[in-house]
């Protein structure tokens, strides 16, 4: 079946440090995937996208290639401040219509 | 521009109650979605409308019922709450469900409702 798994949080970093965010999925055909943020008390907002292979997301400094070799989108950010302080959700999407599919959420602390 | 929005914020239920949450959107979307989140489980979809007029079954859809009402709203009824429908509801919408290879329309959400059932 179609999922995605993340690395467990809680994540805790001090600012300015480098993060990383492990996603890997399982899919048949060829998925386009997304991390999603979600700000403590508000819903979710797409982060950055990934439809084909070998392509970078990015926005707000964040960055994931999708890796379908190692079937991967990793979250990465050089340089985190505290207002990244937030869940973040990976998910792919499959052509059955809109229906996304999550991983489990990663929560990011950052500390001043 | 409001986006998606969700009545109510909070609510709790005892066992054996009903209620309906509603959800509007006010950006001219045509498909609709519920999601509860629990943790460590991330979002799991309860319900879809792809259109107005439309519905059909997500991931997890026993002990819910939805209504697409119109185009704007789309709501999500439990007819008798049990306590392991205790969660966060979130609503989304999309301009439209997508087909084909590499089409994916922006699921936009809205700010949940925390609901507890005792």
């Known amino acids: 079946g179609n999922s995605v798994t993340q690395m467990e949080g809680p994540v805790t970093l001090s600012e300015e440090a480098f993060l990383t965010i492990n996603c890997t999925y399982t899919a048949t055909g060829y998925p386009s995937l997304f991390w999603y943020v979600q700000y403590p008390g508000e819903g979710l907002q797409l982060l950055l996208k990934a439809t084909k292979a070998d392509d970078k997301g990015s926005n707000k400094g964040f960055e994931a290639t999708y890796r379908k070799e190692t079937t991967s989108f990793h979250l990465e950010k050089g340089s985190v401040q505290v207002s990244d302080s937030a869940v973040y959700f990976c998910a792919l999407h499959i052509n059955q219509g809109g229906k996304l599919i999550f991983g489990q959420g990663t929560e990011l602390s950052v500390k001043p | 521009n409001a986006g998606v929005t969700q009545t109510p914020k909070f609510q709790v239920l005892k066992t054996g109650q009903s209620m309906t949450l509603q959800c509007a959107q006010d950006m001219n979307h045509n498909s609709m979605y519920w999601y509860r989140q629990d943790p460590g489980m991330g979002l799991r979809l309860i319900y879809y409308s792809a259109s107005e007029g439309t519905t059909d079954k997500g991931e997890v859809p026993n002990g819910y019922n939805v209504s697409r009402l119109n185009k704007r709203e789309f709501s999500l009824r439990l007819e008798s709450a049990a306590p392991s429908q205790t969660s966060v509801y979130f609503c989304?919408?999309?301009?439209?469900?997508?087909?084909?290879?590499?089409?994916?329309?922006?699921?936009?959400f809205g700010p949940g409702t925390r609901l507890t059932v005792l």
């Open positions: 989304a919408s999309s301009e439209g469900v997508n087909q084909g290879y590499g089409s994916y329309n922006e699921q936009f």
